[in-house]
Nanobody, 120 residues
Framework: QVQLLESGGGLVQAGGSLRLSCAAS????????MYWYRQPPGKQRELVTT???????IYSGSVKGRFTISRDNAKKTVALQMNSLQPEDTAVYYC??????????????WGQGTQVTVTS
């Protein structure tokens, strides 16, 4: 099977920065698109940003210019650099990835989430 493990969440003051990382492990043949989602308290999960297997990136309007997604294919990791954080960024952040294994092609796997709290 495939596991995704997030790290780097925590508490930060408004205006501060935080870097999240996510590492994939298991019997992985290839990884396509990778994603960061977030779920604020009492709200639905939303897509924050994604990077395709070809390197293209897409950001939601609320984070564009503040957040940056990056990936390291050799290490099978994806990172989210978050700058100029605001209280409305407070959420549980989840990474996800489209992964091909010896038995399943391009299945989407999810991490367990990491809490990011921004104080005013």
């Amino acid at each position: 099977q495939v596991q995704l493990l997030e790290s780097g969440g925590g508490l930060v003051q408004a205006g501060g920065s935080l870097r999240l990382s996510c590492a994939a492990s298991g019997r992985i043949l290839s990884i396509g698109a990778m994603y960061w989602y977030r779920q604020p308290p009492g709200k639905q999960r939303e897509l924050v940003t994604t990077t395709t297997g070809g390197g293209s990136t897409i950001y939601s309007g609320s984070v564009k210019g503040r957040f940056t997604i990056s990936r390291d294919n050799a290490k099978k990791t994806v990172a989210l650099q978050m700058n100029s954080l605001q209280p409305e960024d407070t959420a549980v952040y989840y990474c996800a990835a489209d992964v091909t294994t010896p038995t399943i092609s391009r299945n989407k796997y999810w991490g367990q989430g990491t809490q990011v709290t921004v104080t005013s």
